[in-house]
Structures are given as structure tokens and as C-alpha cells.
């Protein structure tokens, strides 16, 4: 049963939103219309203006795509003088990755990483004394547009993937706060509609058969469009079945009959069951105490039991703790410590595991854990949490984003060399939203790289849509009654 402290967090969520306030419920964050935010600009440390990277040799000759996409990202006039940043630094070279004279694989790709990053970073600095990063928001909004009708023959391999391409796109599309079409909206609910099983859940494409991670990415799209057409989607009776078929008797979840077992599957299973409002006594039975046994001697969650640490399933295994009410029960200084040392020093995006590159999705995987943590251990009774800034380098993060991972003819990716995509476009810019975002009960702050124009609406850091969404959905679905529990016979039988 969902204990107190769980509904109290959705009927904050719900009041807040009648209330015309940004609200997070699972990190207790809110924030107030941007007309009245309390913001600040980035104060990069104690760099004189216009300092120079002393001794650095002359950067190598650029390929013409580089060095348009160098010229894209600068474009725009200063109209103020803006402080130094953090990667133009005397002290940034200082943070090249050392292999103290043993040379491997990994470490030879991670200098070739710290290269394409230096050559991208170097010409940035001839181009202006003192930078002002822009985010690229009419091509980032043409590429996803266009994405949303049409796609290349190149995303034939993501064809079991196609409610995720949906929510990637009208994720991003609701950060760079641009509307979607009346008839596009119409459009997006009848293809999802669809993509529905017969038999509960969501597929990824029509009349294929159900899975959890499509299930997840339908109903957020259609929390997004937020409609009443969206809504009638979702058969929530028929989605509760589906839930009930892939529980197993330890707690876990199969992503989908006969289908593997990872902490993915539990998130996604409590991040509808609760956006929707089906979430019944006997559904996350035992569910908390699997996730926690993912959690290992890193400090981070495997995607198992036993498994190495890994953002993706520390995010998805946190996230679902949160909204079961159980995330006090991890071991949050040993989590706050694998998370922060995943970011990497030079890049300043995050990395994935111990020993990985840097990547820009994990800009949310691993970033949007730390508005989690700052919650909980704040309920802990952490008094020396800040009171105006998440516990990574947030300025940081954002010039990994804003300088490394847009391509100039929209859409971001996983680090310089590699090709866009929407998968890479939606957690980029989730991740800066994060780093741009800082919220209490209390206090609102916001850190905005660069111009005002770079700011992106806030993301909810348990569901990653925007809070606004989130409790739309959750005043909607909270009006309905918990459907029947048709499978909980069955579930009771397979666990006897």
C-alpha cells in the first residue's frame, strides 16, 4: 500500500500546479513563472578576464565541419562583457588525464577524447577572447520538428524503439518550450494508440508485443501532450494486468513475458503504475528490497544484483525508490560519492562507469540523480547541504553541452566526432535543464550559461518531463478509481 509520506508528495504535487508553480515532487522541488525567478549568472572562480592558456601549442588544422560548428555555437554578439569560462581556465589543462606512464586501450581513447575536446575548445578561444556559448535552439527545433514526421532509413534498426523516438522528440521539444501542432498532437495519440497490446502495456510499434521501456516511453509522451485524447489512450485496467505479468515473486520485473530482469524494469513499472494511478497493496511487493541488492560495494546500482555500477540503472533504481517512499534505505553518501566522481575533471560531462568516456547522455542519467540525493539526504537531516546549488559542477556540465555536443545543423550527441541523434538530443538537454534548475521548498535558483535565450524549461528529475506535466497527469489520473485487480489472483498463485 502506498504509505502516507508517497500521497502527501502527490497532493503537494497536484496543489502546486493548480497554483500556476513548478513543482517536483519526488526532489520537492519548485520554482515560480520566469518573470520572478531569482537568478544568478555563472561566477567561474577567480580567473582574470581574457586570460590565455599559457604554453599551449598551436592547435592542428580543423575539418571544415568542425569548424563550422565552432562558428555556429559562437555566432552571437556579446552584448556585455561576459566572465572567463571554467574550460578557458589557467588551471584547466591541469586536469588531462594522467596514466602515470602506463599506457592501455582505455587510456589511449580517453586522450584521443581530450584531443577532439582541446581542438574544439582551441579554436572556440581564437574565435573570442571571451566566449559566450549559445544554444542552438531554431536548429535543435527544426531537426526535432522534422523528426516527429519524418525519419532517414538510418532509424530502421529503432523500429521496436518507435514511442521512444516519440518521447525523445516532444521531451526536447517541451525543454526548448516549443508548442506542438493541434494535428500533430491528434496524430501522436492515434500512432501510440497503436502501439497499445490487446493484452495491457505498450509495444514498441504496432503489433508488436508489449515491453516495459516502450510502455514507459508511451506513457510519458502522452503525459506531454497532456490531452483529454491523450489520456483516454491508456487503457489504465488492461496496464495493470501487464504490470501484474511480468511481477515476479522476488520483487523484480521482466521487461516483458519470458524477457530479461534489471532495475529498468522496476522504474518503468513505477513510474506509470504512479503517473496513472494504478498502483495497488500487493503491486511493489518486495520491490524495494530488490532494487536495494543492486546497490554495491561502488557505491552505485548494477543493473542485478552483483552487477557493476552503472548511471543508467543507478538513476532508474533511485528513481524508483523515490516514488515507493524507500530511497532513505540506500547507502546515499556511498551513491553521492560514485555519482560525483563519475564526473569527469577536463570534459566536464559525465561518464557512465568508472573508467568509461564521457558521454552526453549521462548528463541526465548521472546528473539528475543529484537532485534526488539532495532531497534525501536533506530528509536525512543533512544540515550542510547547499542551499543554492546541486552537489556537481553545474557551470561545468553545461559548457561540456553547449561547446562539445551541438551539431550545428541541430540536434546534440555524445561527444565531439560522433553523429546527432534524438536519443543523445533528449538527455543533453535534459541534463542541462538539471544544471540550470536548483530547487527547494524554499529557495529558487538558477544557473544559465551564456545568454537568457539558453535557458530551457525544468524537467522533473524522477519522470524527466516537465513538473507542470507531471501534475497535470497526476490531478487527472488521482480523479479516477484504482482499476480492479484482475491480476493479482494470478500474481498470488505464481508466488505461492
Known amino acids: 500500500m502506498r504509505g502516507p509520506a508517497f500521497i502527501a508528495d502527490l497532493q503537494l504535487t497536484v496543489l502546486v500546479a493548480i497554483t500556476r508553480r513548478m513543482s517536483c515532487r519526488a526532489a520537492n522541488l519548485r520554482s515560480v513563472p520566469r518573470n520572478t525567478q531569482k537568478r544568478r549568472r555563472v561566477t567561474p572562480g577567480r580567473e582574470t578576464p581574457g586570460c ?29 562583457v561576459s566572465p572567463p569560462l571554467r574550460c578557458f581556465s589557467d588551471s584547466h589543462q591541469s586536469e588531462l588525464f594522467k596514466d602515470d606512464g602506463v599506457q592501455t586501450v582505455t587510456s589511449a581513447e580517453q586522450r584521443k577524447v581530450e584531443r577532439s575536446i582541446q581542438d574544439v575548445l ?10 559566450q556559448p549559445t544554444l542552438l535552439r531554431d536548429q535543435h527545433y527544426q531537426y526535432l520538428k522534422k523528426g516527429l514526421r519524418q525519419l532517414s532509413d538510418a532509424y530502421e534498426c529503432l523500429d521496436a524503439s518507435r514511442p521512444w523516438l516519440c518521447y525523445w522528440i516532444l521531451h526536447s521539444l517541451e525543454l526548448l518550450e516549443e508548442a506542438v501542432p493541434a494535428a500533430v498532437v491528434s496524430d501522436v495519440c492515434q500512432f501510440l494508440a497503436r502501439c497499445q497490446s490487446p493484452t495491457g502495456g505498450f509495444a514498441g510499434g504496432p503489433g508488436q508485443h508489449a515491453h516495459l521501456a516502450p510502455t514507459y516511453a508511451a506513457v510519458n509522451a502522452l503525459c506531454i501532450l497532456g490531452t483529454e485524447e491523450a489520456y483516454n489512450v491508456i487503457n489504465r485496467e488492461k496496464l495493470l494486468d501487464f504490470l501484474y505479468s511480468v511481477k515476479q515473486p ?8 519470458g524477457g530479461e530482469v534489471d532495475v529498468r524494469s522496476a ?5 506509470v503504475a504512479s503517473l496513472t494511478n494504478i498502483i495497488t497493496p500487493a503491486l511493489f511487493e518486495g520491490t524495494h528490497t530488490w532494487i536495494l541488492s543492486c546497490q554495491n560495494w561502488e557505491g552505485g546500482l548494477g543493473g542485478m544484483p552483483g552487477l557493476e555500477a552503472h548511471g543508467g540503472y543507478t538513476f532508474c533504481g533511485t528513481a524508483a525508490l523515490v516514488i515507493l517512499g524507500k530511497e532513505h534505505m540506500l547507502d546515499l553518501k556511498a551513491l553521492l560519492r560514485w555519482v560525483t566522481s563519475r564526473q569527469m575533471r577536463f570534459e ?10 564521457v558521454d552526453g547522455c549521462y548528463s541526465f542519467w548521472q546528473a539528475g540523480l543529484l537532485p534526488l540525493l539532495h532531497r534525501a539526504l536533506f530528509k536525512d537531516g543533512d544540515v550542510t547541504l547547499s542551499l543554492s546549488s546541486w552537489m556537481f559542477e553545474q557551470q561545468a556540465l553545461q559548457e561540456y553541452i553547449l561547446l562539445c555536443c551541438q551539431n ?8 565531439p566526432g560522433k553523429s546527432r541523434d534524438f536519443y543523445h538530443t533528449c538527455y543533453c538537454l535534459s541534463g542541462l535543464s538539471v544544471a540550470q534548475h536548483f530547487g527547494n521548498q524554499d529557495l529558487h535558483h538558477e544557473l544559465v550559461l551564456g545568454k537568457e535565450e539558453n535557458r530551457l524549461a525544468p524537467t522533473h528529475p ?16 488521482h480523479q479516477l478509481p484504482i482499476p480492479a485487480q484482475k491480476g493479482a489472483t494470478a500474481c498470488a498463485k505464481d508466488q505461492s
Do not use: W
Open 52 to 80: 590565455q592558456l599559457r604554453g599551449k601549442p598551436q592547435p592542428r588544422r580543423l575539418s571544415e565541419p568542425l569548424s563550422r560548428y565552432i562558428a555556429s555555437v559562437s555566432s552571437a554578439t556579446m552584448e556585455s
Open 122 to 131: 582551441s579554436v572556440y578561444q581564437q574565435i573570442h577572447s571571451l566566449p
Open 250 to 257: 522476488d520483487g523484480s520485473f521482466v521487461m516483458h513475458v
Open 267 to 271: 522504474y518503468c513499472a513505477a513510474s
Open 348 to 357: 566536464g560531462g559525465f561518464q557512465g562507469r568508472c573508467n568509461k568516456l
Open 408 to 415: 550545428p545543423a541541430g540536434g546534440l550527441l555524445d561527444k
Open 462 to 477: 524522477v519522470y524527466n518531463i516537465c513538473p507542470e506535466k507531471v501534475a497535470q497527469a497526476i490531478q487527472h489520473f
